[in-house]
């Protein structure tokens, strides 16, 4: 512990930290929060997947194209503007009264214009602390990114159950705006400036770290939003046993992202991770098909997800050292910024699939109403799984070796003599 202590008296690493934190906040609470509100419109989890369906389109347009604007426009002009737009269509969405089709098209508009505060952060570490310090300094960023994940739907499902749908949608709007401004305030994001990347849009996929890590992120993101969905299922809307259930889920990750986070990193660490998550999402079928309903259900279910919790924020420790180590200074921001979309995709796309397979289940399973979201998230954790393990040979060594993004190089015309 006392690596992470040291990097939180390095000076701006704990303001940045925290505020990055607050303004990234709402994208652990907004796939929940729109479908709770759209289920409590339509009274169907169907049409509240066609929403979610329209904010991941969006999500998945804008967050490389936004991070690559940062480096012509600059941080601030960029994070501003997207900012602005996106608080607009969140209150349309949480106030204005809309068919199905309009709630769609704000719900794009918000996926298009989310702000890339994780790209902008990403993209400072590397300039705040020695590359000595930059692979503990990931770990303790996910660690708190499992605050947004998994503490983000604790907060958005006790407020909707417990005062409404429209008010938890409302707060995700707070933290936008409060976080978003504390950190464009924030020193650091006036200081690093980002290069004008010189390749083309999506090049950076090209590189195999990068797209695996993508990818992954996308499963293992679904598979915790198809997770909380299959929890707030089963429990029911008006029972804040589910945001107690999630709340354990949340303190598992945060202890595992510290505990395991730092370990050094090898070609199979992803895997490794990722099969811990995989056997806690299968433990929470078993839960629910064997003891749903009972008072032993909320035990074995939160025993699951302890299971489930403890290597989320390792794997994802694991992602942004690779992505770093794997791309030029130029290029990290727009790495980051596909590796956050599918995160982003996968949080909707997860909540979506899991709210139609709960539709589709309960109406055969009534004593398990959650079992559709817990199946689609063993679904999604195994392709996770499976992913980094075929692949590993993909994945950097960074046993021994620090994770700083490869410098920018420009050729230097020759002299005559």
Known sequence: MNVYLSLLRTPGVARIIAAQLTARFPGGMLSLGFLLHMQHIFGSYGAAGLVLAATSVGQAVSGPLTSRWMGQWGMRPVLLLTTSICTVSLLTV???????????IAGLIAGLSYPPVQPAVRT?????????QLTPLFSLDASAQEIIWIAGPVVVTFVATQISTTVGILVSVVFLVGGGLWFLLSPEVGRVRIPRSRRKL??????????LTTLVGFLLVGTCAATEAGVVATFGQGNSTSGVVLAIWAVASLLGGLLLGHLPISPWALARRMTVVLAGSVLGVVAILVWAGTPAGFWTLSGSLLVAGLCIAPALAVMFAVVSSSVRFS????????????????AAAGSAVAGFLID???GRHAGSPGLGGFIVAVLFAVVGTLVPVIFHRTLPDLRGRD???????EPVPAQPS
Not at 96 to 102: D, Y
Not at 202 to 211: D, E, K, Y
Not at 404 to 409: G, I, M, R, V
């Open 331 to 346: 290029d990290t921001a727009e790495a980051y910024g596909w590796v956050g979309t599918g995160q982003l995709i996968g």
């Open 94 to 104: 949480a106030l204005a009264p809309l068919p199905l089709v309009g709630y769609m």
């Open 124 to 132: 400072i570490y590397p300039k705040m602390v020695n590359s000595r």
């Open 360 to 362: 589709f289940v309960s």
């Open 202 to 211: 999506g090049s950076v996929l090209t590189r195999g770290p990068v797209l």
């Open 403 to 409: 994770a700083s993004p490869q410098a920018d190089t």
